[in-house]
């Protein structure tokens, strides 16, 4: 039996995804790019410490999605339905 995975490289992919979709929301949000869209870049690069997590461990979520247990499904399930309401709410 294959030693099982946590689930903390999807978690962080899944937190890096929403904060660069929330980032283009903002940014997209009146149809063009100017200086009003530096504060929404300024949190982008406060919040980097989240993203190099989410694409240092972008090599492990293939291993951690193959032993999933139902209660790590619930909580990735659980963590994409915050995110996509979070990027909803976005702007």
Do not use: C, R
């Amino acid at each position: 039996m294959s030693e099982a995975k946590g689930i903390e490289s999807v978690l962080n992919l899944i937190d890096g995804v929403k904060l660069i979709a929330e980032f283009g929301k903002k940014v997209s949000a009146d149809k063009k790019v100017g200086l009003e869209d530096l504060p929404a870049l300024l949190d982008l690069v406060q919040k980097s410490d989240m993203l190099v997590k989410a694409v240092q461990g972008f090599g492990e979520v293939e291993k951690e999605l193959k032993d999933l247990s139902l209660e790590e499904s619930q909580m990735i399930l659980s963590k994409l339905f915050e995110a996509a309401k979070s990027v909803q709410m976005a702007a």
